[in-house]
């Protein structure tokens, strides 16, 4: 995959079930949003958060983006935050690939994988992630001119990604490895969890 596209963390979420401020809450004695800038910044492209205002968001470096509406709309939700990125990425020429500032263990075969899933097609289209029988709506790649489809979503009253994608029209691409690198932070048992991964993971690698 070549490096026309944009990474936009959705860090916007109130994450009420974690206690509050989810990209602050600390794994492995650093804050959540660290393990995911971590991630992303080794496809070496542009990367902003998606927060809902100014000073919200926790990657430290990346440009932040705040929640917008179109014109004749009201957005709620994720979609709040995707409207102002893909109106930006469109500007720039790129396609926007979107994850969440809590999946710690994202692959690095993300970008590409998507990517080729996308070869040879025009109009508005994206390429979701899947993983052990559940797609993955905010790990998605969107091409095209997908913005021009919110507004409609939204006067439908529906404001999920996954609604905007089988809209514009959805590729999926298939994970199978375990443990789960589409593994999401909701809880503090979550948390948890995560903690042990990333242990099991240091002694494989000592």
Known sequence: MNHTFAIAVFAG???????????????????????????????GVPVWELVRQAGQGGLGGAEEICDASPPD????????????ALLRAEAEGRDLLTVPVDMPFLPDDLPGRLGAALVGERGPVC??????????????????PVRGLIAEQ??????SLKALAARAGVRHVTWTQTPDPFFNINTPDDLAEAQALLAAADRKVS
Not at 26 to 35: C, F, I, K, V, Y
Not at 154 to 159: S, T
């Open 154 to 159: 939204a006067v439908a009253g529906q404001f």
């Open 127 to 144: 390429a979701m992630a899947q993983s052990h029988g559940r797609p993955h709506p905010v790990c998605t790649l969107w091409r095209g």
């Open 73 to 84: 709309a009201v957005l709620e939700g994720p979609l709040a935050g995707l409207y102002p």
């Open 13 to 43: 979420g109130l994450g009420t079930r974690i206690g509050g401020n989810k990209p602050s809450r600390l794994l492995a004695g650093r804050p959540l949003a660290a393990h995911v800038r971590d991630r992303v910044s080794r496809w």
